[in-house]
């Protein structure tokens, strides 16, 4: 069985952002999820992006029962006001058991969509950090255009932080060092691109031991799928990929990868 480590299936069944769900969302979504089973992708950790995608989040993992949730901000939805939003999602992660939190995020730093504010993206990212050491909870890294600036706030936290960079896209080096500190990276459906050539040298180098396989539905979908939308139950269309450059089987990656997210978001099956 595969777990898509990082889903947002409320921006699957919904066009506009930052809007509650409603029934009729929660009817796709089990469809989605149906269709998830029957690929072998049997739990999907939905991510939250703001405070209301993130309390829909949570929504989601206590209708499912094979869904977790991760709560955060998004470092593109990182608006004057962020402190505030934050704070919600503080008051859920008390509860974390009840409201199946597994992870804080995503959060991180983007540079590439613009207008960003640096300072105001570095603030929210160690407010992140911190909440999830205060609850021994792992962090889902978001990082684009951004590496140095990342990691000199990671480094900061090294020694007790957990957490996986999420849709890697940087260097071998970058791979290297965030493994060596016990960092997961998360690899989807782009490693199938064509010009990608480079995030398959990546996977090439990493042990399997720090992989953890992901869908960013409904981006990112594997290159028979593009330009159409993601969806969790494409996980083994590029695992397969990443199970031929890692020289094991299509099983044996599944069992590791989903090894690797138990252990990580501490996972607990009904
Ligand atoms: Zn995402």
Partial sequence: MFID???????????????????????????????????????????GTSWQESLNSIKIAKKFNNVFAVTGIHPCDCSDVWLNDAKKIEQWVIDK????????????????????????????????????????????????????????????????????????????????????WGFYIGIGGYVTYPKNESLREVVKAISTEFILLETDAPFLPPQQFRGKQNSPEYIPLFADLVAKLKNVSLDELAEITTDNAKKLFALKFK
């Fill in 5 to 47: 480590t990082h889903c947002h299936l409320n921006m699957m069944v919904k066009k506009d952002f930052d809007t509650p769900l409603v029934e009729r969302h929660f009817e796709q979504i089990a469809q989605i999820l149906q269709n998830a089973k029957k690929a072998g992708v049997e739990y999907v950790i939905n991510i």
């Fill in 97 to 180: 058991q009840e409201n199946k939190i597994v992870g804080i995020g995503e959060t991180g730093l983007d540079f590439f969509h613009k207008p960003f504010f640096k300072q105001r993206q570095v603030d929210a990212f160690k407010f992140h950090i911190e909440l999830a050491l205060q609850n021994d909870l792992p962090v889902v890294i978001h990082m684009r255009d951004a590496t140095d600036e990342t990691l000199k706030v990671v480094v900061e936290y090294k020694k007790d932080l957990k957490g996986v960079f999420h849709c890697f896209s940087s260097t071998k080096d970058i791979a290297e060092q965030i493994t060596s």
